[in-house]
């Protein structure tokens, strides 16, 4: 069974909207952490956002927002105000407790912000 | 901060050598580097787990004595594809975690990615 699922092969916005990117994962931890990463067509990897699982309050870092449903065991990513440089790959990835810090990844989703 | 740095960026070698590929931590101390691999249009793979002074710990189904790891310092990892095939072709990245200090620990930070072409 997949640890992280994004059922979003593709999703399109239009600039100025908010999207919504879902995650879903499976783990039988109490500790974990789960993160989103932004890979442009670059190549880099660059880190977005993290919610530890015993994070009362969801994560917010600028533009961005995790909506965190411990009981659904859902981690969507929110892009507010999305921009054309926000078209990339985005992976959401979950560090297990006890894994050594390892991250397993989704198979992420491509958003392309049209104007 | 939190910058990782990766060299090179490409690389094109023949069938048979062996190309090492470096991950720096730039403005932080590493206590742990992952090497990941990643195919065109996939996700990211983790290949193996690398901790300052000890072994590297290798993901199932890596070959250790094709992609051989060092990490000789807190800043500093290596991986060495050795007699490179055209199947090894691919983005390897390598990522850090922090050691300590004002950073997060539990987040890894990635370096730009090496482009691998095995002709």
């Known amino acids: 069974a997949q640890k992280i699922t994004q059922t979003q092969p593709g999703m399109f916005v239009q600039e100025k909207e908010a999207v919504t990117l879902d995650c879903t994962y499976d783990?039988?931890?109490?500790?974990?952490?789960l993160f989103w990463y932004k890979q442009p067509s670059s190549g880099e990897m660059i880190f977005l956002i993290y919610?530890?699982?015993?994070?009362?309050q969801n994560a917010t870092e600028g533009r961005y927002s995790l909506n965190f449903q411990k009981a659904r065991k859902s981690a969507n990513l929110v892009i507010s105000a999305s921009q054309l440089g926000d078209s990339a790959m985005y992976f959401c990835a979950m560090r297990e407790g006890g894994s050594n810090y390892k991250l397993t990844f989704g198979k992420g989703t491509l958003l392309t912000v049209n104007p | 901060g939190a910058v990782v740095s990766q060299h090179p960026s490409w690389v094109i070698c023949k069938s048979g050598t062996s190309v090492k590929i470096e991950c720096r931590s730039l403005d932080f101390q590493a206590t742990t580097m992952f090497w990941y691999r990643q195919f065109p249009k996939q996700s990211l793979m983790l290949m193996a787990t690398s901790n300052e002074g000890s072994k590297a710990t290798y993901e199932q189904g890596v070959e250790k004595d094709k992609f051989l790891i060092n990490h000789a310092s807190l800043t500093l990892s290596t991986l060495t594809v050795t007699s490179a095939h055209p199947e090894d072709s691919s983005f390897y990245i390598c990522?850090?975690?922090?050691?300590?200090?004002?950073?997060?620990?539990?987040?890894?930070?990635f370096g730009p990615g090496t482009r691998l072409t095995v002709l």
């Open positions: 919610q530890g699982s015993y994070d009362e």
């Open positions: 783990t039988s931890d109490q500790s974990y952490g």
């Open positions: 990522s850090a975690r922090v050691a300590g200090g004002p950073l997060p620990t539990d987040t890894q930070y």
